[in-house]
């Protein structure tokens, strides 16, 4: 049992930040939908559009996952797993919140977080296939590639496998503190396995986008649709790499302790940014430009046979 200040926290600097930038991230994936369903509604009258929206179940899928992430993280915040989420029931106990740290980490580190990132990967190599996919059959194979890391998480956070007994300290996502009034809380913990889990993924997911990104970029000599690829794949890469080293680095300190709560924070924002560019890039700018042009300007570049290059007139 660790002692910390009696502080609020509500009145946390991070817990503070991290709620303010929820909100932020939950009002654009708000504006997202609202142009998702928006362009479906106009679908119906347009048939160019009509060929650019047939990934409009994936997008959606895509807004879901930054939708639901978001939400996840409040979890990690005591004052939300004590108070807020049940104003008219009573306060969880300890092992409940101790159970809900524990379902943040496989919710995020398992399926909502490599949801987002599998689904981007996917519409970057539609842009560049003259005939997308079914909406159907993109948002299966989205959940197919989420599945392994979502069972993986799953098995290391609730299981240990008995011929290989694995310490409790690596696979623990909680702490329980006490304050200086003698009051019992539960912080929330990266857990050492898990996160190696997902640093497995974020590896193999990052050569797959870079080579995506390569091949879109091979296809198109438009400066400007350049320029919004090498964003994409810088605000996705690097902000993915930032990630894992304070996910390392969150893995040494106590979560009572200041610089976990940095290294927290770093973790927070470096997703918060590639959900960002990725509802900007991906959704709201390419239905912009759709409803402002018929559809046409749509993908990153209209389809190209093999060997040639054109320039998108978008």
């Not at 989420?85 to 399926?111: D, E, I, N, R, W």
């Not at 590639?145 to 996502?173: A, D, N, W």
């Not at 912080?187 to 974020?202: E, G, K, Q, R, S």
Request: charged content about 15%.
């Amino acid at each position: 049992m660790y002692l910390i200040p009696s502080v609020p926290y509500l009145d946390s600097a991070f817990d503070l930040a991290t709620i303010g930038l929820i909100s932020a991230l939950l009002l654009l994936s708000l504006l997202s939908l609202f142009f998702v369903f928006h362009l479906r509604l106009k679908c119906r009258t347009s048939h160019q559009l009509q060929s650019f929206n047939s990934l409009w179940k994936v997008r959606l899928l895509l807004v879901l996952f930054i939708s639901f992430w978001a939400v996840n993280e409040l979890l990690r915040i005591p004052f939300f797993r004590r108070r807020y989420p049940y104003p008219f029931l009573p306060a969880l106990t300890l092992a409940q919140q101790a159970g809900l740290c524990k379902v943040h980490v496989v919710l995020s580190l398992g399926l909502y977080e490599p949801g987002f990132l599998v689904t981007l990967l996917f519409l970057v190599n539609a842009s560049v296939k003259k005939h997308s996919r079914d909406n159907e059959w993109g948002v299966v194979i989205v959940f197919a590639f989420c599945l392994p890391i979502f069972l993986l998480q799953l098995f290391f956070t609730y299981f240990s496998p008995p011929e290989v007994p694995i310490p409790g300290f690596l696979k623990r996502s909680f702490m329980d503190v006490k304050d200086e009034n003698g009051n019992d809380a539960v912080l929330c913990m990266y857990p050492l396995v898990n996160t190696l889990v997902f640093c497995a993924f974020a590896i193999v997911y990052a050569v797959c986008f870079l080579l995506s990104c390569w091949r879109v970029v091979s296809l198109v000599i438009n400066k400007g649709l350049r320029v919004r690829i090498y964003a994409l794949a810088s605000a996705v890469l690097f902000p993915l790499l930032v990630q894992l080293l304070f996910l390392g680095i969150s893995v040494v300190f106590s979560p009572a302790d200041t610089l976990y709560g940095c290294a927290a924070l770093m973790v927070f924002l470096s997703v918060l940014c590639c959900t960002v560019v990725g509802e900007g890039i991906l959704i709201i700018r390419p239905i912009t430009e759709a409803l402002s042009a018929g559809g046409d300007c749509c993908r990153w570049i209209p389809y190209i046979g093999p060997g040639k290059q054109v320039a998108d007139e978008g």
